[in-house]
């Protein structure tokens, strides 16, 4: 993880947070720090189609992707960050599972790191602010790299006890937290679609390719889009609710995030489980949550304040 916004005393102030448009050279870097690895990648599909790429490694993605990403958005950000919901014991340790496999470190740090993303966001101590150096296309561009993957090299660890010691006191999450038991979890992202790929194709190179196209792409896929959240998602956008810090909603990540882009009106309302509230925001991941709500597993889910909610319009 690289050098946090707290140990900034040579970088640019943190420019005014007030809604201001950004600027056309500015928003087309974004497009391509974030458009251009992916295009990368989809320039591969056809060159490897019928070798090294097949429909069964399409299929294993296609299954698996949605488990992880709900680890992440249902179970580490919405349950354990910021307490969203209740949840019955084998739902947490089920959703610490598939948050865990998507290789963005166990759950109490993740928590950590998050809930000290949202006591300082955008300013000194943000972790990742796509800010830390300031405005203009040479600024914009350093500071995106790290608030979407830089910040991830630096030396310090944001503090667990601080930070998170409410899931340092729940024993299966301190256990799941335990690095054997996280490089367990880590590794069954890459045997899991590795051993689909073997039964469904009777093959190694199924195995193989499973391997690569439904477990590493399929890790690089879902953790691009969650450092998308904390760069993008920081940059440009649309505010339609009041807040202190740059967070804004994009459209355009809503489905492959499962609704977390819609950014702006979580950082107004942290602990609100569903952020997509407005008409035509879609958000699969509070739709998961009314499911389980439904089934029983979860309670408690507190969902969108209408009162609150018109308190915090930036433009009712």
């Known amino acids: 993880m690289t050098t946090g916004v707290a140990e900034a005393g040579s970088r640019a102030p943190l420019p005014d947070i007030s809604p201001k448009p950004v600027p056309f050279i500015e928003r087309a870097s974004v ?6 690895p992916i295009a990368g990648v989809a320039a591969a599909v056809p ?3 019928g070798w090294g790429l097949g429909w069964t490694d399409v299929a294993i993605f ?3 992707y949605p488990f992880n990403a709900l680890g992440i958005t249902v179970g580490y950000h919405r349950l354990f960050t910021h307490g969203g919901f209740k949840a019955k014991r084998w739902v947490r340790i089920a959703l610490a599972i598939l948050g865990g496999q998507a290789w963005q470190g166990s759950v109490v740090f993740w928590v950590a790191d998050h809930r000290r993303h949202h006591k300082y966001a955008d300013q000194e101590g943000d972790p990742h602010s796509p800010w830390a150096y300031g405005p203009g296309v040479w600024g914009l561009t350093k500071g995106l790299f790290h608030a979407h ?4 090299f630096r030396k310090e660890r944001t503090s667990r006890t ?3 010691p409410d899931l340092l006191n729940d024993p299966d999450l301190r256990f799941m937290g335990r690095n054997d038991v996280y490089v367990l979890i880590a590794a069954s992202t890459l045997l899991v679609p590795m051993g689909l790929g073997a039964l469904l194709t009777w093959s190694w190179h199924g195995a193989v390719t499973a391997l690569f196209w439904a477990g ?3 890790v690089f896929a879902g953790d691009h889009i969650t450092f998308s959240i904390n760069s993008i998602c920081h940059v440009f956008g649309k505010e339609d609710f009041k807040t202190r810090d740059h ?3 994009v459209w355009w990540l809503a489905i492959p995030s499962f609704g977390e882009s819609w950014h702006n009106l979580h950082h107004a309302d942290p602990t609100c489980a569903r952020h997509g509230v407005l008409k035509g925001q879609i958000d699969i991941s509070a739709r998961v949550i009314w499911l389980m709500e439904k089934a029983g597993w979860v309670w408690d889910v507190r969902w969108p304040d209408p009162q609150r909610l018109a308190a915090r319009r930036a433009n009712p």
Do not use: D
């Open 31 to 36: 497009v391509v720090f974030v458009l251009a």
């Open 47 to 49: 060159f490897f189609w």
């Open 62 to 64: 296609a299954l698996l």
């Open 149 to 152: 993957m830089g910040w991830l």
């Open 162 to 164: 601080k930070y998170a």
């Open 216 to 218: 590493l792409l399929r």
């Open 247 to 249: 967070s804004r909603n």
